[in-house]
């Protein structure tokens, strides 16, 4: 569905590369719709197709990110929880920055979080009963009345986009009660009402996530979220959704969510949807999009976790592994292939973060072969802020234009020692081709690659400008390719049709 949503709105086909247009640590104030809307011919310059977006819906207070999500209707529209504005901005930011994005060529994906809820606006009383936080279907203790904060009235919005309000029925779980200042998980009790069964497995059911999490088997709340992806994509102009926490959501919710999205009247037939189900088990990523009944996509999380072990091992990883046990290599039509994210990276909760000797090579990985859907962190492309700072991948911008301008053709795969690596890609009518190769040891990496006799007598250089000089093809089309120790490079020949856009001195 990827190149199905990216050809709908650019008209032609081509190298689509997703960017996560944030990171944990940007700007408050409302300034980033502004600076999306300011950035897009610029991403689009480099090769950028679409644009994951932060949750653009009301969180519980002006600096929520809007996975404390309150109200899905408001887009920072209404006077709630502390101002108008979210943290991003307004909604007529967020609609003229996706505007703007379009005329340039990129489509922009909602983070959808469908979870919880957070930031009620009262409190109610209730039957519950608390559950082991190891084990969820293990109960502690009796039934009984707890107080806690499950009342949404929206007072700022009152019955505009929806005039439904919310209460503890349309919950399962709460991690308070505010009668005896209690922390703990509780489950809600009703009729017909438990915990999803279509979750993920850990603590015997993780359907429990945080906040007031919603019972998405309640008719109310289902019709009231497809009723809302249908008008998000009319109201804003994107193309599809990021869903977050999907291994703590039904399944069977996700798949009728996505069909109804392609199939109805105010949806689009060729939104793209991607989860985050993040899992260590390729099994797990594969059993869930299969499961789902409609094509989906999963970020490729082992991926990410074979690339956080190669740049903490350096030369010790074999690199004709790093593909093994991952959604790329079992289902590469259904991932997205990604090297860090605002979770991974430092000082967040499933820190997992790439060295960054390695991330020139891992992004290549996923930029400059054929198959997945690639998406670029925001934080790796402009840096991150927060505690630990970090800088952004040096040429980063280059790897992706590389993509843009020379990936494309048969790929043929040189994958013959553990610390040197390298292919070719043959080009097209259009594109002229390339061949990159990547080194983790400590020694310069060379590779002999046959890149065809149409080729004798060209001259190729590194786009990058990382490894110096030039290499002549024979007149059996046939040359030797040499990166840097820990590195990467990208050779085309000197006249490659796209070189001009390269603005270094080669």
């Not at 059993?287 to 991926?303: A, K, M, N, R």
Request: with cysteine.
């Amino acid at each position: 569905m990827a190149h199905h949503a990216n050809e709908d709105a650019r008209g032609k086909p081509g190298n689509y590369t997703m960017i996560q247009y944030f990171e944990w640590y940007c700007p408050s104030g409302g300034v980033h719709w502004k600076k999306y809307e300011n950035d897009a011919e610029h991403l689009a310059d480099i090769g950028i197709t679409a644009a994951w977006l932060p949750p653009p819906t009301k969180g519980s207070s002006p600096e929520g990110t809007g996975y404390d999500i309150y109200d899905v209707w408001d887009l920072g529209e209404f006077d709630q929880k502390g101002g108008k504005p979210t943290k991003w901005g307004s909604k007529e930011d967020l609609i003229r920055a996706i505007k703007k994005a379009k005329d340039n060529g990129i489509i922009s994906y909602i983070d959808a979080v469908l979870n919880h809820k957070a930031g009620a606006d009262d409190k109610e009383e209730f039957l519950a009963t608390m559950v082991d936080e190891n084990d969820r279907n293990k109960e502690v203790g009796e039934m009984h009345n707890i107080e806690a904060w499950t009342k949404f009235t929206f007072p700022g919005r009152g019955d505009t986009y929806s005039p439904m309000k919310w209460n503890y029925n349309h919950f399962t779980g709460v991690d308070y009660d505010a009668k005896t200042e209690t922390k703990a998980i509780f489950k809600i009790q009703g009729d017909g009402k438990t915990w999803a069964e279509d979750v993920d497995d850990e603590n015997g059911s993780y359907d429990y996530l945080m906040f007031s999490d919603i019972d998405h088997a309640h008719p109310e709340v289902e019709k009231e979220l497809f009723k809302w992806g249908d008008w998000i994509l009319k109201e804003t102009g994107a193309y599809g959704f990021r869903f977050d926490a999907v291994k703590h959501i039904s399944q069977h919710f996700i798949s009728e969510f996505v069909k109804h999205v392609r199939s109805s009247e105010g949806g689009k037939a060729k939104a793209f949807c991607v989860g985050e189900f993040w899992h260590d088990s390729v099994d797990a990523l594969v059993e869930y999009v299969e499961g789902l009944g409609t094509q989906f996509s999963c970020f490729d999380s082992c991926l990410q976790d074979n690339f956080h072990t190669a740049g903490e091992e350096r030369e010790n990883y074999d690199l004709r592994q790093i593909f093994d046990n991952t959604l790329l290599q079992r289902q590469p039509v259904d991932a997205v292939t990604l090297v860090d994210n605002h979770d991974t990276q430092v000082g967040q909760s499933l820190q997992r973060w790439v060295s960054s000797a390695f991330k020139p090579l891992a992004y290549a990985l996923i930029l400059l072969r054929v198959d997945g859907y690639p998406c670029v962190f925001y934080g790796d492309l402009y840096g991150t802020a927060g505690e630990n700072p970090q800088e952004p991948v040096s040429q980063l911008e280059d790897i992706i234009r590389a993509r843009k301008l020379f990936a494309y053709g048969e790929l043929n795969d040189y994958w013959d020692h553990p610390n040197c690596v390298a292919w070719l890609r043959k080009g097209d009518e259009e594109h002229d081709g390339c061949v990159v190769i990547i080194c983790n040891g400590k020694e310069d990496g060379s590779k002999k690659i046959a890149v065809g006799k149409e080729h004798s007598g060209e001259k190729w250089t590194d786009v990058m400008g990382w490894h110096e000089g030039e290499i002549a093809i024979d007149e059996e089309g046939w040359a030797e390719f040499f990166c840097s120790p820990e590195s990467m490079s990208i050779w085309t020949k000197s006249d490659a049709r796209g070189r001009e856009e390269y603005k270094k001195k080669e």
